[in-house]
């Protein structure tokens, strides 16, 4: 069995791990997203390509989802004491090695995919990992407020917390970007495409946005996992970036954006059942088979039971 | 008084230590050798110009004489998982830190020169110090045998350790090297010019070969100390490096390599004082004025006498 996972950080890495699990035969790939990419110290950060890696891997600080495991912060201390900026984004000494060998291959000429693949020899994640792009794209917020101004996402969510309402947020470069090679061949072959819990915006959102991507995604068998739990974000800001798209922050409203000219199944938390069945003649929804079950990822056999239940919905709707 | 100093690595840093004590009010400027630099990992590492701030600054490591103290080497480990190359040079996560900014800076567009300043600002060694030229100039070594392989220095020296005898020893890319900014400047307005005990031939003669810094150092009056004593190197293999330019490991042979076109003073240590009084007459010292003096910079003290002797019989020569 073959199964395309677009992915975005923590939540997608976790989902993984379980989808590992409930499929261990299958072949998965994984099409991460790379609009958080950021160029710090003059070296390329994929904060999610590297969570992914990292988590699968067996590599990640498990505590707080996204970095190494045992780090240290010598460099951030130096890097201070010599007053570069920015001064708002934690490195880790181990995590500035992945950066430090994907620069040094990136300026050899090697594509960001090729660097992927050579980076996960090391990982052996288990699945196969695809940047969406080798194309740079960055997701770029417009700040609301007269002056309109415009950071890095990375900006944005490290250093504001989001706190300041987004205008308008833009995956810049994506319109002219291309599908990694393989991208659209994974997901053509697959014979599912499943959807983690990641953020509907510039996680998953900035994968569609690659031209081709979310023609060939929605030719197949999709279902996704609700990031919204009750009306909040499981993890991280999804609100403030779904509230930049005029989507209300509900297991419903993500769905009814995505539509269901692109997915088919949607699982929910069992806390939004009920929202579910009011809205359940929702135009909107028509057409999205939506299950209700724990959503909650908060261990291994939980998020286990959440990608089997993903996994067998979708193969349940192929099927019809 | 303003004092100008060619300057190595290991060696010129503790003579520098100690003429920073033997004159607190001079003005000292230090020219530094930038041919041993090497690009590793993607990063720009400048060896002799660090191990002069660090050492001048307080954050070196003082058993080994190079690199930062209170190391650690979560990066090395980090990049050798990954099956970086090379994995013969060893820097720690601080040093580390130092590349990533320098590099940072120079792909930003500043020149060596400025970068070497901003890295300065944090570390006050309380001389000027400059790069011998902005441009690129890297030693190679041309290795003895049929094949005449051609490495970079840090490769012979470090990895080889400079056990097949070099043929020849070329500073590529100095000939269309230009001086750094201030270089000539500081050359013309010092009272004195000292060259500490490095190594005479990839430390003082890649300087050297700088178009114009000979000339200019030439014009003034110059006084050098032994880097060899009793026959052998104090430190490091300046012997191969010698033997390569046919000049033998003696103080006195150094001397006459330099010649009394360049330099006016040199001292030697007290071992070597016997040979001095033999070769008193040999026609390529004549000229150059030789003083005996214990040459082992053991502790601050000791270098500082150095340092003072070297200055004094500069100072003396000068007034001649």
């Known amino acids: 069995m073959r199964i395309t996972v677009l992915a975005g950080g923590v939540g997608a890495a976790?989902?993984?791990r379980g989808l590992r699990r409930a499929a261990p035969e299958a072949e998965i790939t994984v099409i991460g997203n790379t609009g958080d990419d950021i160029t710090l110290f003059g070296l390329r950060v994929c904060p999610d390509l590297d969570t992914?890696?990292?988590?699968?891997?067996?590599?990640?600080n498990e505590d707080q989802g996204w970095g190494r495991d045992a780090e240290t912060f010598s460099i951030r201390a130096e890097l201070a004491a010599y007053e570069a900026s920015p001064d708002w984004f934690t490195l880790g000494d181990k995590?500035?090695?992945?950066?430090?060998?994907r620069s040094q291959l990136?300026?050899?000429g090697e594509p960001l995919s090729a660097v992927t693949e050579a980076l996960g020899r090391r990982w052996r994640p288990g699945v196969r990992l695809l940047p969406m792009s080798d194309d740079p794209v960055e997701t770029h917020v417009v700040l609301a407020g007269p002056e309109g101004r415009v950071v890095h996402f990375q900006e944005w969510w490290v250093r504001m917390h989001a706190a300041t309402p987004a205008a308008q947020i833009v995956a810049s470069g994506a319109e002219r970007a291309r599908p990694a090679p393989g991208v659209l061949e994974a997901i053509e072959a697959a014979d599912v495409v499943l959807f983690p819990p990641s953020n509907p915006v510039v996680s998953i959102g900035t994968i569609l946005?690659?031209?081709?991507i979310r023609a060939a995604v929605a030719a197949k068998t999709v279902v996704g996992v609700s990031p919204i739990i009750g009306g909040s974000p499981v993890?991280?800001?999804?609100?403030?970036c779904l509230a930049a798209i005029g989507v209300d922050t509900s297991a419903v409203a993500v769905a009814a954006h995505y539509g269901p000219e692109l997915i088919d199944g949607w699982l929910v938390d069992d806390q939004d059942k009920a929202t579910v069945d009011i809205l359940g003649d929702d135009p909107a929804l028509a057409g999205i088979e939506v299950r209700a079950l724990p959503l909650l990822m908060?261990?291994?056999?939980a998020t286990t039971a959440i990608a089997r239940a993903a996994l067998d919905l979708a193969l349940e709707l192929r099927e019809r």
């Open 14 to 16: 976790r989902f993984l």
């Open 52 to 60: 992914v890696m990292y988590t699968l891997g067996g590599g990640i």
């Open 95 to 101: 995590d500035f090695a992945t950066h430090i060998r």
């Open 106 to 108: 990136l300026a050899d």
């Open 209 to 212: 946005a690659v031209p081709g």
């Open 235 to 240: 993890r991280g800001m999804a609100d403030a």
């Open 298 to 301: 908060r261990d291994l056999p």
